[in-house]
Nanobody, 122 residues
Framework: QVQLVESGGGLVQAGGSLRLSCAAS????????MGWFRQAPGKEREFVVG????????VYADSVKGRFTISTDNAKSTVWLQMNSLKPEDTAVYYC???????????????WGQGTQVTVSS
């Protein structure tokens, strides 16, 4: 069983930055790929970024390339999402995700966090 707990969401003005964190725990957590998804009001949950604990095989959604960065601390089993140059369209609930498959499709995610709200004002 794997547990994922996100923190770091909040309200920020357009152009600002936020850093989300995901504390991961559980059996064999290091064998999972880790990523972030988001869900805006009235929209489907969508992939944002994902990769391995070692930092390889990182994939970004086109909408966040060059603005968002995923990083990991293996010793602390923590995943961060640094979000810069935020836009109002980035407003969503952000979810940490763990999967053993690298497709980054919703149905292939094995574990989800509870989500953290990010609101970007214009």
């Amino acid at each position: 069983q794997v547990q994922l707990v996100e923190s770091g969401g909040g309200l920020v003005q357009a152009g600002g930055s936020l850093r989300l964190s995901c504390a991961a725990s559980g059996r064999l957590i290091s064998t999972y790929l880790m990523g972030w998804f988001r869900q805006a009001p009235g929209k489907e949950r969508e992939f944002v970024v994902g990769g391995s604990w070692r930092g390889g095989s990182t994939v970004y959604a086109d909408s966040v390339k060059g603005r968002f960065t995923i990083s990991t601390d293996n010793a602390k089993s923590t995943v961060w999402l640094q979000m810069n140059s935020l836009k109002p369209e980035d407003t969503a609930v952000y979810y940490c995700a763990a999967t053993r498959r690298g497709t980054w499709s919703l149905e292939d995610v094995d574990y989800w966090g509870q989500g953290t709200q990010v609101t970007v004002s214009s």
